[in-house]
């Protein structure tokens, strides 16, 4: 099979913080699950890290989490090997010490049609980029004289 055949969408990856003696809440987790069932992403990897006051990144299990949720358990294994432990530490800088982090990597399947076509055609993904949310609300706030 040729390469440009593959219907694959473009892989995503985040990094979400609690900050330190906060528990993730699960209200999202019904949404990810959401997103997966519709097929419009497929999770390739989702772990949880802690940084130590002393700096230093360990991995989390999700039993480790105190969630008994069959939602989150769901997605217990979801390691494609993607993620190595430089990514944990780079995510690690991110957070600051004593908060925790969900790490998720996930292919956007909705744009795998498209994608394969454009790699069909020769062409191919050079550059992407997010505007952050908190970003956007604050641009729409100061257009409205919110801000």
Known sequence: MDENDVEIGPIDYLVVEWPAGKQPTGEALPLLVDLADRGLI???????????????????????????????TMFEGAASGLLGDDDYDEAGTALDPGCSAALLVYENTWAAPFATAVRRGGAQLVATGRIPVNAMIAALDEAEGKG
């Not at 390739?44 to 802690?50: M, S």
């Not at 940084?51 to 991995?59: E, L, N, P, Y």
């Open 42 to 72: 497929r999770v390739l990897d989702l772990a949880f890290v802690h940084k130590r006051d002393d700096g230093t990144i360990v991995g989390l299990d999700i039993e480790d989490l105190g969630q008994d949720d069959p939602q989150l």
